[in-house]
């Protein structure tokens, strides 16, 4: 269900304590981000009117009042994944050091086209701050996106590199549809998605905007509830969220192929050892370099490297 209602007081009536599995939320900045238009080169034309910001004064006391209630909403083992600017990031920490929710990690979103500055460096990434509620295990899915033989051309692990926490994504065009002043990309939302929920699992968002938390977390079939208090906002994307099909996004993000390594760790027997030994000496007779030969004998076998090569070895 989505509300359009102040958060700290909508989430008061609506949603029950230990009900959520996953919080994805985008407070405003704190920065007049009402006038951000100001030093952004786009078409007004097609960003929603009614952004609701924060006085800087009120920052600190809405943050912990808003924190507050995203702890009470969480299930035990629940994530919650804050996005913040610099300016008032210090105040989100102390609210959530007032809380007993755990940090797990601080990542960095770096993306293109920061706000231009002439006399500074450019600013050009958010911060995420990702918490989980203890007394429960949190979900975290390793293998979601990039399985562990996934290489790239240097042989570096494409699941190791997904999972560090400097995030390279861009922001979205958008040419000519309609959207909030400050709108999170697709890619960037699935991923918190994919590591830190399953399907069916309920997602919240406070500060809804374009409800793009929300449009992500359907298309990859989760539910997914919230609040914005814009009625402009409100009003245009409710019924853009009706359009939006459960599930239609599973094949548009990544996903790892299957295991390449499918019979990994499984015993070997004699028999298996001497079509293996038949096979490389086949390959290898024919020319074909080592390198390509393990290459054909794990697509063949589903076995590793490592233990294709021990058995090359003995020969
Ligand atoms: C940074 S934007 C969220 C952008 C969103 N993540 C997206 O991708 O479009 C913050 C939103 O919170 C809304 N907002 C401000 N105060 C609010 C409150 N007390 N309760 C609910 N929404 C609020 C603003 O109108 C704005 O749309």
Not at 151 to 169: A, H, M, P, T
Not at 194 to 213: A, P, R, V
Not at 226 to 251: H, R, W
Request: net charge neutral; hydrophobic share 30%.
């Amino acid at each position: 269900m989505f509300y359009n209602c102040d958060c700290i007081e909508g989430s008061k009536t609506h949603i029950e304590d230990n009900s959520v599995d996953l919080i994805i939320t985008d407070p405003p900045y704190g920065i007049a981000g009402d006038t951000l238009h100001k030093h952004y080169n786009r078409n007004e034309d097609y960003v929603l009117d009614g952004y609701i910001e924060i006085p800087k004064e009120q920052y600190f006391d809405f943050s912990r009042s808003w924190i507050k209630e995203a702890e009470r909403v969480l299930k035990p083992g629940g994530s919650m994944y804050i996005v913040s600017g610099y300016t008032n990031l210090i105040h989100i920490l102390n609210a959530l050091s007032e809380t007993q929710l755990k940090p797990v990690n601080h990542i960095i979103w770096k993306f293109n086209f920061g706000v231009y500055t002439k006399n500074k460096y450019i600013s050009s990434h958010y911060h995420i701050l990702y918490y989980v509620k203890s007394g429960g295990k949190p979900t975290f899915n390793t293998h979601s996106r990039f399985s562990d033989s996934e290489k790239d051309e240097f042989n570096g692990s494409l699941n190791y590199q997904d999972r560090e926490d400097v995030w390279i994504i861009n922001k979205e065009y958008k040419a000519g549809q309609m959207k909030n002043k400050n709108e999170l990309p697709a890619q960037l939302l699935a991923k918190m998605i994919q590591y830190s929920s399953n399907e069916g699992d309920l997602i919240c968002d406070f500060f809804l905007g374009s409800f793009s938390t929300a449009k992500v977390a359907i298309g990859l079939n989760r539910k997914a509830c919230g609040f914005e208090k814009n009625s402009i906002a409100y009003n245009y994307q409710i019924s853009e969220i009706g359009k939006v099909v459960c599930g239609e996004l599973i094949n548009q993000f990544r996903t790892p192929p299957a295991n390449k390594y499918f019979n990994q760790g499984k015993p070997m027997d004699e028999n298996e050892k001497n079509i293996i030994i038949q096979r490389f000496t086949e390959l290898k007779n024919n020319g074909t370099p080592k390198k390509k030969i393990i290459e054909i004998l794990v697509q063949d076998t589903g076995r590793g490297p490592w233990s294709l090569n021990k058995i090359i070895k003995s020969i």
